[in-house]
């Protein structure tokens, strides 16, 4: 199917790891990206390809991915890390698709 | 890099909006450079891209014969066009500088978005 499936919210306490998992057919064929949007913001970058971080990114953010589903991992999640956050993959119908998105809270 | 969009707008059903978005701080012709909308609320969703180099487009199918995506070359900036507007067209609208490679993509830098309203 043509869709990017999240889990609407995860809970997560402070300084635990949380993982966001993203599933969809397109994922077997192509790496997901991973952004993350505060309130009033536009999306950040914050994982792409295997497991890339863009610059000024933590390292406490890491991807991974195994047949049709992507996962973002939080390791010792912070405060800041409080967000919506998306996946995106590209399908070989030259289309782009975002995951229906996941609200991270940090207790 | 710096894609700086157009003001917020507020239009009526059935008219249309073009949304502009400069770029800056890179060769303009060597990145793909999408349109992604988010309404109150929602998640986000893909509307397009366009090829700055020639200028060809791929338009989601949700938004095909409504949407147009041009470019001008002289001032870097590319343009979103959206006709025959809804309600349900109330949104912010991104531009974002796309790059990746055979099997990946993957979108580095946005634009601050531009809130389009569509009221009575």
């Known amino acids: 199917s043509s869709e990017l499936t999240q889990d609407p919210a995860v809970s997560v306490a402070l300084g635990q790891t949380v993982r966001i998992t993203c599933q969809g057919d397109s994922l077997r064929s192509y790496y997901a990206s991973w952004y993350q949007q505060k309130p009033g913001q536009a999306p950040v970058l914050v994982i792409y390809?295997?497991?890339d971080r863009p610059s000024g990114i933590p390292n406490r953010f890491s991807g991974s991915s195994s047949g049709n589903t992507a996962s973002l991992t939080i390791t010792r999640a912070q405060a800041e890390d409080e967000a919506d956050y998306y996946c995106?993959?590209?399908?070989?119908?030259?289309?782009?698709?975002f995951g229906t998105g996941t609200k991270v809270t940090v207790l | 890099v710096q894609l700086v969009q157009s003001g917020a707008e507020v239009k009526k059903p059935g008219a249309s909006v073009k949304v502009s978005c400069r770029t800056a701080?890179?060769?303009?012709?060597?990145?793909?450079v999408h349109w992604v909308r988010q309404a109150p609320g929602q998640g986000l969703e893909w509307m397009g891209i366009i090829n700055p180099s020639g200028g060809s487009t791929t338009y989601a199918q949700k938004f095909q014969g409504r949407v147009t995506m041009t470019r001008d070359t002289s001032t870097s900036t590319v343009y979103m066009y959206l006709s025959s507007l809804r309600f349900e067209d109330t949104a912010v609208y991104y531009c974002?500088?796309?790059?990746?490679?055979?099997?990946?993509?993957?979108?580095?830098?946005w634009g601050q978005g531009s809130l389009v309203t569509v009221s009575p």
């Open positions: 701080g890179y060769t303009f012709y060597t990145y793909y």
């Open positions: 974002a500088r796309g790059d990746g490679g055979y099997n990946y993509h993957y979108f580095d830098y």
């Open positions: 995106h993959s590209r399908d070989n119908n030259d289309n782009h698709l």
């Open positions: 390809d295997k497991n």
